[in-house]
Each structure stands twice: as structure tokens, then as C-alpha cells.
């Protein structure tokens, strides 16, 4: 079970009472935070935590605050700085208008190469999050990660 890739849930009335990883999912402890600030106004920010699981892969994890019921907000790591701009390199899950959250396991970027936690702890990138699919050119929030802070 150590190595076992998986995790477990324990159900309620409809709804997760108790929800983690186990085996090789489970968290080891290292873990970096980055702010995701508000763009234009939005009324739209929070942070972006990056978890190590034990197999290397990464949970990351964005918790917003001025999210709004109904809204579906995707997510984006892009390569370079905020500033400079740069092309998207990993999708997010969407984060949740209802709730602000959005949890993606990643090992690898969008064109397959392989992505472990360390790579991103150290990733020269920042992170953007959209007003909709519909709507990509409208930033709620955004912010540096890996090499970008200090």
C-alpha cells in the first residue's frame, strides 16, 4: 500500500466527508506558496500552493477569494515573468467560481515533457487566471512562480 497510487474518500449524505492521497499520492511536506494578485480591477486573488507528493509529481493547488458563483476561471502556468509574458506551458483545472478552488496533479506539461515538483519549484514562469473560456484576454489575477520569486 506504500506504493499504491491512489486515494480515499469517505462519503456523506452526497457529499465528501473526509477526502486524501495515499501510497505514492501522499504529500511529503515540501511545499511553496506564490500570491496571485488581482488584474485590472478584477476583485479576484489569492495564492497558488505547490505541493511534492513522495513518486515527485506536484499538486497545485489555487485558492481565490472574489470568485463568483457560476463562474468556470481557467488556468494557465506560462513561461517567463508576469511582465514579460510568454506562452502557455501547463493547463490548470478550472478554477470554481463557487468555491475559488482548483486542484491539478501535474507530471507533465502541455507538449509531454516530463514536469516533477522540483522542476516547477524552480520553473522560470508565472501563473494567469481568465475571466472565461469565452474570454481568455480578461486576467482576474496573476502571479510569479518558481525562479521569477525571490
Avoid: C
Avoid at 2 to 17: D, E, I, K, R
Wanted: hydrophobic share 35%.
Amino acid at each position: 500500500m506504500l506504493n499504491y497510487n491512489g486515494h480515499f474518500n469517505v462519503h456523506g449524505l452526497g457529499s465528501y466527508v473526509v477526502q486524501t492521497d495515499i501510497g505514492q499520492n501522499e504529500l511529503t511536506g515540501d511545499h511553496q506558496d506564490y500570491d496571485l494578485a488581482e488584474v485590472g480591477g478584477s476583485g479576484v486573488s489569492g495564492m497558488a500552493a505547490f505541493d511534492k507528493r513522495k513518486n515527485g509529481k506536484a499538486l497545485i493547488t489555487l485558492a481565490m477569494v472574489g470568485t463568483t458563483a457560476g463562474g468556470s476561471h481557467p488556468a494557465h502556468i506560462h513561461s517567463n515573468n508576469a511582465a514579460t509574458g510568454g506562452n502557455i506551458v501547463l493547463n490548470l483545472k478550472n478554477v470554481s467560481g463557487a468555491t475559488g478552488m482548483s486542484a491539478t496533479s501535474v507530471d507533465t506539461l502541455n507538449d509531454g515533457t516530463a514536469a516533477t515538483y522540483d522542476q516547477l519549484a524552480t520553473f522560470n514562469g508565472h501563473i494567469n487566471v481568465h475571466a472565461s473560456e469565452l474570454d481568455l484576454t480578461t486576467l482576474l489575477s496573476q502571479g510569479n512562480i518558481g525562479s521569477n520569486v525571490p
